[in-house]
């Protein structure tokens, strides 16, 4: 998250924002880390990981503490973003425009996936002063038509419910925002937004097996089958707890 902080402070950004940066886990040094931001960034820090004081880790989708952080915010425009995404242009920018001509639009970055760690190594040696011209093709493409880092309106995100709250531990909420917001109407916009997903640890056994995947699997399968488009209508969505 550090060096996500550090290329988004490093833009020239033509609009007024905000940032919100939720940590869904444990008390650990992140707010240390935001206070740095608080004020280039207009930062603010919320812990929502308070079901966890207990020191037992209970997991949980990051979509649900993206809906908490869309409640918390005011803007027009939503720009989600994971916290390994390392920023290497004006991406703001680019991501903001396409929903100035039209707020269906789901505004998506060129992507890629730092899979070994090594650009993670350049970033460290060069501190943060890495740009797009260094981030070369030899890197895989990351799927940006999921929200790792995406602008949307909030007119969409919140007539669709947010994140369905129904989806526990890990997979297919992202998955299943999309389909419903392309439901609604929504569409991929293709911006000159440049961005690379740096390591980090990640689970590498077979997901396919895991109780939480299998769940959240037919889960995102039984709402496709009814064509939903809004989730968490029996609930006050996006609450911290």
Request: aromatic share 12%.
């Amino acid at each position: 998250m550090k060096w996500g902080l550090h290329s988004l402070a490093r833009q020239s950004i033509p609009y007024t924002f905000e940032t919100i940066v939720l940590n869904d886990g444990i008390k650990d040094e992140t707010e240390f880390v935001c206070a740095e931001y608080s004020s280039k960034l207009n930062l603010s820090y919320v812990f929502t990981g308070h079901r966890n004081m207990d020191g037992q880790i209970k997991r949980r989708v990051p979509g649900y503490a993206v809906n908490i952080g869309a409640k918390l915010s005011t803007g027009k425009i939503i720009i989600i973003s994971d916290a390994e995404m390392f920023h290497l242009n004006d991406t703001i920018g680019h991501l903001v425009r396409p929903l100035e001509i039209n707020s269906n639009y789901l505004g998506i970055p060129i992507a890629r996936d730092d899979t070994t760690g090594c650009f993670l190594t350049l970033v460290e040696n060069m501190k943060g002063q890495v740009f797009t011209n260094t981030c070369n093709r030899s890197f895989p493409r990351l799927n940006a038509r999921l929200p790792f880092l995406m602008s949307l309106s909030r007119k969409s995100f919140f007539s669709v419910g947010g994140y369905d709250e129904d989806f526990i531990g890990r997979g297919w909420d992202d998955n299943d925002l999309i389909a419903r917001l392309r439901r609604y109407g929504c569409r991929h916009y293709q911006s000159w937004a440049q961005t690379i997903h740096l390591f980090h640890g990640r689970y590498n056994g077979d997901k396919s097996q895991l109780p939480d995947y299998i769940y959240n699997h037919r889960l995102y399968d039984k709402n496709n089958r009814e064509g939903r488009v809004v989730s968490n209508t029996d609930r006050v969505w996006g609450q911290i707890s």
